[in-house]
Structure formats: structure tokens, C-alpha cells
């Protein structure tokens, strides 16, 4: 089993960072599978022992040992197996981009070493990190680290903005209005979306709005596909199994089915 700890940043930090989390297990028999769906989750990983595994049947691939995943436009599988311990930093949307100054177009469907994104300047906290003797301790140490990274700008973020709309409408927003609030022209507002978050408006949208089905159909099993799809503004219940089709290479029932199948992790919340 897979045990995962998260816990909340300093309040300075929470515009940037949405928790931090820690996983453990100790895996000797049979590998752990996991399905994972597309996602728009952009977080840094480091592991101290052994990594997680990625891809899909007969094509895993180790990840390094100090990782930035950005978001996932396709489903993949995850494999976990051996001793696992491994402390992660999990970024608001517009975060990552906002403290380290780069352009998330590079992290789409990628999960990078972080020496070849950021050089030098995580060496110090990945030997901290590994040294660290608890969750706490290693929270410390990533808040020192990102909080000297904070930028002096002020003003709203109109595409911090425009992802907290499409949150609270579950991925059913226009394209239109959300570049009518940033006060932008279609195309800056879809260049400086790119760049901050790494995949297009409209495709966050819609992953947004699958993970919405998902988490729905995964937390009440009786809620029928039709009232989903309705209740998510789908077309119909079949541009909501399109949908399924394209992001995750499977229909919503096939896919639920798999995730079912698999050992939950155990989360605890510090």
C-alpha cells in the first residue's frame, strides 16, 4: 500500500504552491499498477530511493531522480515497486512558472530532470531533502527554498484568473469570456496561457472537465454517465464518451473499471 502524507504551505506561499506530500511504501510482492488520467497537475518529485515507473504496457521507463511533471494531456500507467520514498511539491496552475520564470510549453506531456530545468540551483535541497529526518523537516527546507523565489510584482494574474474560472465551472466555460475578463486580445490571452501553464485554454478545459466525470462517477458509483454528462454541460452522453475516447484511450465505463480495480493509496493529511 501506498501510503501518501500532504500538508499546506505557509500562507505566502499557497498562491504558488498547493500542498507538499510525502509517499512511503515498502512494496515486495507484486508491483503496484496504477492508471493515470490526463491531468493538469504540475508538480517536482524528488525520490531517495527507489523511482516510480511510467508509460504504458511493455514501455515503462524509470523517472529521474529528481523530477518536474508537467501536465499530462494523455493517459499513462504508473508502476510502483521496492522501497519508496519520495517528497513532492505540487504547484497552484500558474505557480511553477511564476517562481522559477520559465515557459511551461516545454513541460507538456513530459516529466524532465530537474538539473536539466533549473542547473545548479537545486542541488542544496535535494541533498537537504534526503537527509532530512521527517515530512516536517523536508517541508521546512522546500519553503526556505521557494520562498526566496517568490517575484515582486503586484496586480492580479488574468490567467491565475482564468483557470479559478474554469475550476468553478468544472471545465464548462467559453473560451470567449474567459478572454473577455482577462482584458486581452484572443490571441495574447492563448499565448500567455500557453506559456504560464503549458497547454492550450481550451484542452485545459477539457481535462478539467474529464477529471470532473471521473472524480463524480469514482465517488458515487449510482449517478448515471446521462446525469454526468448533464450535469457537466456535455453535449450528450456521447460527447462525453468522445471525450473519454481521446484523453484517456478508453470508454468512461471501461476506464472507471480499471481505476476501480487497483489498491487505493492511503492518504493522510498533516
Excluded at 504552491?17 to 493538469?40: M, S, W, Y
Excluded at 511553477?96 to 510549453?105: C, E, I, K
Excluded at 490571441?187 to 474529464?210: M, N
Aim: glycine fraction near 4%.
Amino acid at each position: 500500500m501506498l501510503d501518501i502524507r500532504t500538508a499546506v504551505p505557509v500562507s505566502a506561499l499557497r498562491p504558488y504552491v498547493k500542498c507538499f506530500g510525502q509517499h512511503a511504501a515498502d512494496i515486495n510482492a507484486a508491483r503496484l499498477e496504477i492508471p493515470l488520467p490526463p491531468r493538469t497537475e504540475q508538480f517536482l518529485m524528488f525520490f531517495f530511493h527507489d523511482r516510480y515507473e511510467v508509460g504504458r504496457p511493455g514501455c515503462y521507463e524509470a523517472v529521474q531522480r529528481s523530477v518536474i511533471v508537467g501536465p499530462q494531456t494523455r493517459q499513462s500507467d504508473l508502476r510502483i515497486a521496492g522501497r519508496i520514498d519520495a517528497f513532492a511539491i505540487h504547484f497552484q496552475p500558474t505557480g511553477f512558472h511564476h517562481l522559477f520564470r520559465v515557459r511551461m510549453t516545454k513541460f507538456a506531456d513530459q516529466s524532465l530532470d530537474v538539473r536539466a530545468v533549473l542547473n545548479a540551483s537545486c542541488s542544496d535541497i535535494e541533498e537537504q531533502l534526503a537527509i532530512a529526518r521527517s515530512f516536517e523537516d523536508r517541508i521546512r527546507i522546500a519553503e526556505r527554498f521557494l520562498l526566496r523565489r517568490i517575484p515582486h510584482y503586484p496586480g492580479p494574474d488574468p490567467v491565475a484568473v482564468a483557470v479559478q474560472q474554469i475550476s468553478a465551472s468544472k471545465g464548462a466555460v467559453r473560451i470567449d469570456d474567459l478572454v473577455a475578463t482577462s482584458g486581452w486580445t484572443v490571441r495574447h490571452f492563448e499565448r500567455r496561457f500557453l506559456e504560464q501553464i503549458g497547454v492550450a485554454p481550451k484542452l485545459y478545459a477539457r481535462i478539467v472537465r474529464f477529471n470532473q466525470a471521473l472524480g463524480i462517477k469514482l465517488a458515487s458509483p449510482k449517478t448515471t454517465w446521462t446525469q454526468i454528462a448533464h450535469d457537466l454541460c456535455y453535449y450528450d452522453q456521447m460527447h462525453m464518451i468522445h471525450e473519454f475516447q481521446q484523453l484517456a484511450g478508453d470508454s468512461p465505463a471501461v476506464f472507471v473499471a480499471r481505476v476501480k480495480s487497483q489498491p487505493a493509496a492511503t492518504t493522510t493529511l498533516s
